[in-house]
Structures are given as structure tokens and as C-alpha cells.
């Protein structure tokens, strides 16, 4: 099925720099969400994004919703160890009931 | 607000076995709950979409008399994987919604078919 480009892949970065990921579509969404997934674990909403150009953020997190309506943007401020995990974009239109899941960047800390 | 429970978190059984997993939003009612499957290193895969009292919609290549999903309530799913087999071995991932609103996640189930 489709899946969005999320980039990059993976990252290491060391404890207290910032980092910046997007997530990249052919398509256009209305709605664009940033979930974080710990191993064995389930995703969680960290960020839900609703109009072109929003920019939202929750603590170190900053997210934007590009103005196209075809990528978003994520930056995490002064990282800490526990911010390693994996990282998903998620877009999705109103009226729809599929959500299109990025493939993930996978972030590591290094203290 | 908005949490998701999923039981159980583990499962280690022989193949041919059914497997029952459950997917419950605890606080809030949920309109739409879906199921998906993760490989190790991926992204999550839809495998269905169910709606409350009635039949869920299945992804394509994905066999609805392998996964049955049942959703009684406004609060309950599950996901039965009949006759299991190695291959059916996964982490299987359930989440629910409100109309428009975000999809929350469940745990995931370690499925292990031996």
C-alpha cells in the first residue's frame, strides 16, 4: 500500500543537539499527525496538525504542516536519551478512514 | 484521555491454534478501530478496518477467514487469528477513533507461533 517518505531513515545525534525529520506524500492531506513508537511497544500521538502552514508544539516538539499539504515537518530541541525511538508521520483526509503511515525514522541518542 | 488496551501483550502458542486478541478504549468511545501488523523494522501495515456492529473492511492480500475481527462495542474489537502458523508470527497493533478525531494505539501483541 502507499506509505509516505519520511527522511531521514535514521539518526544519531548526541544528547542536547536538535534534531529535524520530515515526511514527504505525492498526495495532499488535511490532517497530518506525528506518532513515537518505544520498542514493543504501541505508537503515540505526540502531534495532530490541521491547516496548511500550522506550526504546533508540545514541550521540545515542534511540528509543522508544510504549506503544499504534501509534507510536515518535525523538530525535537535539546534531545535527551529518551527520545530515542522510532518516529512515524501519519497523513489522513476527512471523510476517509485510512490513515497513510509514514516509514519511520529511527532516532538514537548518545548521551 | 484517550487510552487504548491491549490484551494480552504476549502470546507464545503451538501452530493451529486460534489466537483471541482484544482491543478496548477505556475512555472514550470509539467510532472506528483498526488493525494493523508490524514487521520487525517497518512501518505499520493496515490489515483491516472495523465499525461497531458492522463487518470490517479488509485491506487488500489480507485473508478476512484468517483474521477475524469482531467489534461488539463501541469499546471493544477483536482480532482472532484462526489455525495460527509461524508466518502468522508478527506484532499485531490495534487502535481507535472518534469521527475526525486522532487514531489512539493499543500496546501491540507479541504474537509467537511455534
Known amino acids: 500500500g502507499q506509505q509516505l517518505n519520511q527522511s531521514p531513515q535514521s539518526m544519531f545525534i548526541q544528547e542536547g543537539e536538535d534534531v529535524s525529520m520530515n515526511c514527504t506524500s505525492s498526495?495532499?492531506?488535511?490532517?497530518w499527525l506525528w506518532y513515537k513508537q518505544d520498542p514493543g511497544e504501541g505508537p503515540v500521538l505526540l502531534i495532530a496538525?490541521?491547516?496548511?502552514?500550522e506550526l504546533t508544539s508540545n514541550g521540545r516538539l515542534t511540528a509543522q504542516f508544510g504549506i503544499t499539504r504534501k509534507d510536515s515537518f518535525l523538530n525535537i530541541s535539546a534531545s535527551i536519551p529518551s527520545d530515542v525511538g522510532i518516529y512515524f508521520c501519519?497523513?489522513?483526509?476527512?471523510?476517509?478512514?485510512?490513515?497513510?503511515f509514514g516509514t519511520g525514522t529511527r532516532l538514537k541518542v548518545l548521551a | 484521555g484517550a487510552v487504548v488496551s491491549q490484551h494480552p501483550s504476549r502470546v507464545i502458542c503451538k501452530s493451529g491454534t486460534s489466537v483471541k486478541i482484544e482491543c478496548r478504549s477505556l475512555?472514550?468511545?470509539?467510532?472506528?478501530m483498526f488493525w494493523y501488523r508490524q514487521f520487525p523494522k517497518q512501518s505499520l501495515m493496515l490489515m483491516a478496518t472495523?465499525?461497531?456492529?458492522?463487518?470490517?473492511?479488509?485491506e487488500q492480500g489480507v485473508e478476512k477467514d484468517k483474521f477475524l475481527i469482531n467489534h461488539a462495542s463501541l469499546t471493544l474489537s477483536t482480532l482472532t487469528v484462526t489455525s495460527a502458523h509461524p508466518e502468522d508470527s508478527s506484532f499485531y497493533i490495534c487502535?481507535?477513533?472518534?469521527?475526525?478525531?486522532?487514531?489512539?494505539f493499543g500496546d501491540g501483541t507479541r504474537l509467537s507461533i511455534l
Open positions: 472495523s465499525n461497531e456492529g458492522s463487518k470490517a473492511t479488509y
Open positions: 501519519a497523513g489522513h483526509n476527512s471523510g476517509t478512514y485510512k490513515y497513510i
Open positions: 487502535s481507535a477513533r472518534l469521527t475526525d478525531q486522532p487514531q489512539h
Open positions: 475512555d472514550f468511545q470509539a467510532t472506528t
Open positions: 496538525l490541521y491547516k496548511a502552514g
Open positions: 498526495s495532499i492531506f488535511n490532517t
